[in-house]
């Protein structure tokens, strides 16, 4: 949780969902062990409510997702059948360079899915070598949230101002690379369509 400057309440800025971003990487990592998890409370009306950080907040006619909601949403639809094997000298990407990742495999979409936190306020760049995939290719999708402002959030009148933007990256087809330009304080989903 983070304390809302000049409020008395918690609230789920970028930071926070960042932060939250590192931390299910991990769980999905460890999903023989973990089973299942959830975001309480869920909904939060903006004149009336009990506890804060609320995931969802609304009013009598509107309602927005907070960049929690949003970092909750990628891992829920992008979740994979199986999990994979992300490493860096032999360890799971977990905190090296500030990185935090997961990957699964979609056996449905025929996908790998790729989960990349950079909990640092520095951009990295960094290159993932995907040996275990017979044909690369050329172009992979990309959902990316990033901030410059760890104090952003999302409200009724700015609902978007922190969720996820769409775009491809080109990946190199003949070494099996995929170079990562991570902004400061991001996360980001790649999905690698591998066609068999």
Avoid: C
């Avoid at 400057?5 to 931390?23: H, K, P, Q, R």
């Avoid at 979409?109 to 306020?121: G, H, P, Q």
Wanted: proline share 5%; net charge neutral; aromatic share 8%.
């Amino acid at each position: 949780h983070t304390r809302n400057t000049g409020s008395d309440i918690n609230v789920n800025n970028w930071l926070a969902a960042v932060s939250e971003s590192a931390f299910m990487t991990g769980l999905e990592r460890n999903a023989d062990v973990v089973r299942l998890t959830s975001y309480a409370p869920l909904f939060a009306h903006v004149d009336g409510w009990q506890w804060s950080p609320d995931l969802i907040w609304l009013d009598n006619l509107n309602i927005y997702g907070t960049p929690s909601y949003y970092v909750q949403k990628q891992f829920s639809t992008n979740r994979g059948t199986h999990l994979l094997e992300l490493t860096e000298g032999g360890k799971p990407l977990a905190g090296q360079d500030s990185l935090y990742a997961s990957a699964v495999w979609d056996e449905a979409t025929r996908e790998v899915i790729l989960k990349i936190t950079n909990a640092s306020a520095a951009p990295v760049k960094h290159e993932l070598q995907l040996g275990g995939l017979k044909k690369v290719p050329a172009k992979a999708g990309l959902s990316r949230m990033a901030n410059n402002n760890p104090e952003a959030v999302n409200s009724i009148q700015d609902a978007l101002r922190v969720a996820p933007q769409e775009s491809e990256v080109m990946l190199d087809t003949r070494r099996k690379k995929l170079t990562l330009d991570l902004p400061g304080r991001s996360f980001s989903v790649y999905r690698i369509k591998t066609g068999g």
